[in-house]
């Protein structure tokens, strides 16, 4: 078995997602040198972090953390593009995998009750095929036990890119797009909302406050990175 496990690399070899060099038998998804390039935060283990400063406030989160800066020209950007724009889902399950073992070893996240994604709108995410969230979050489930949970938060309204847009435009860009589907839906829990990049906040906080509309829910945000 091990024979023919070998000859299947030789002639289809996994590749480093980000500096497509060839990967080592120990290796999955990203190759050790790309992982050590990667600017990890210490936001997880860090009370009052950038994440969590970012919605005093605005928002009345529980936590806030993010497990890599997001630098352009980088490993980290080229990992969010390929995920987001390649169907390199298999990063949002690295990822996912790596923020949960990091939250659970810190014991800083309070108990969840619902992981939720920051939700694409249906013309999207039919044109994408997937929400680069779902491996992400799926992953996360599995380690903090909590369950992901899709389709009850959802975005009323397509907007346009949030790419090069300035903090307030960002905010009435995303200002009463999201909806919860079902009344009452989060009550009595507490909810962590999950997204790829932080950037402003905006819509972070459009789809928290949709959520706080409950009754005695609690929010804590986490991404998979944060932009200075």
């Given at each position: 078995?091990?024979f023919?496990?070998?000859?299947?690399?030789?002639?289809?070899?996994?590749?480093?997602?980000?500096?497509?060099?060839?990967?080592?038998?120990?290796?999955?998804?990203?190759?050790?040198?790309?992982?050590?390039?990667?600017?990890?935060?210490?936001?997880?283990t860090?009370?009052?972090?950038?994440?969590?400063?970012?919605?005093?406030?605005?928002?009345?989160?529980?936590f806030?953390?993010?497990?890599?800066?997001?630098?352009?020209?980088?490993?980290?950007?080229?990992?969010?593009?390929?995920?987001?724009?390649?169907?390199?889902?298999?990063?949002?399950?690295?990822?996912?995998?790596?923020?949960?073992?990091?939250?659970?070893e810190?014991?800083?996240?309070?108990?969840?009750?619902?992981?939720?994604?920051?939700?694409?709108?249906?013309?999207?995410?039919?044109?994408?095929?997937?929400?680069?969230?779902?491996?992400?979050?799926?992953?996360?489930s599995?380690?903090?036990?909590?369950?992901?949970?899709e389709?009850?938060?959802?975005?009323?309204s397509?907007?346009?890119?949030?790419?090069?847009k300035?903090?307030?435009?960002?905010?009435?860009?995303?200002?009463?797009?999201?909806?919860?589907?079902?009344?009452?839906?989060?009550?009595?829990?507490?909810?962590?909302l999950?997204?790829?990049?932080?950037?402003?906040?905006?819509?972070?906080?459009?789809?928290?406050?949709?959520?706080?509309?409950?009754?005695?829910?609690?929010?804590?945000?986490?991404?998979?990175?944060?932009?200075?």
């Amino acid at each position: 078995m091990r024979f023919f496990r070998d000859i299947y690399h030789l002639f289809f070899p996994k590749i480093c997602v980000c500096c497509k060099e060839q990967l080592l038998q120990n290796e999955d998804t990203l190759c050790l040198k790309c992982r050590f390039e990667l600017p990890i935060t210490d936001f997880i283990t860090e009370i009052d972090n950038k994440v969590e400063k970012a919605f005093y406030g605005r928002l009345p989160i529980e936590f806030g953390a993010s497990l890599f800066y997001y630098k352009t020209k980088g490993v980290s950007q080229q990992l969010i593009y390929q995920l987001k724009y390649r169907g390199q889902q298999d990063i949002g399950s690295l990822l996912g995998n790596w923020m949960g073992a990091q939250l659970k070893e810190s014991q800083r996240l309070p108990k969840i009750d619902y992981i939720v994604p920051v939700p694409l709108h249906d013309k999207k995410l039919k044109k994408r095929g997937y929400n680069q969230l779902t491996t992400f979050g799926f992953s996360l489930s599995e380690i903090i036990e909590a369950p992901y949970l899709e389709g009850v938060l959802v975005r009323k309204s397509k907007t346009e890119t949030q790419t090069l847009k300035q903090r307030f435009d960002r905010w009435k860009n995303v200002q009463e797009i999201f909806d919860v589907s079902t009344s009452n839906y989060f009550d009595n829990s507490h909810v962590l909302l999950i997204d790829d990049v932080i950037t402003t906040g905006a819509t972070l906080e459009a789809c928290a406050n949709q959520i706080l509309k409950s009754n005695n829910v609690k929010i804590s945000i986490v991404t998979m990175a944060y932009t200075e």
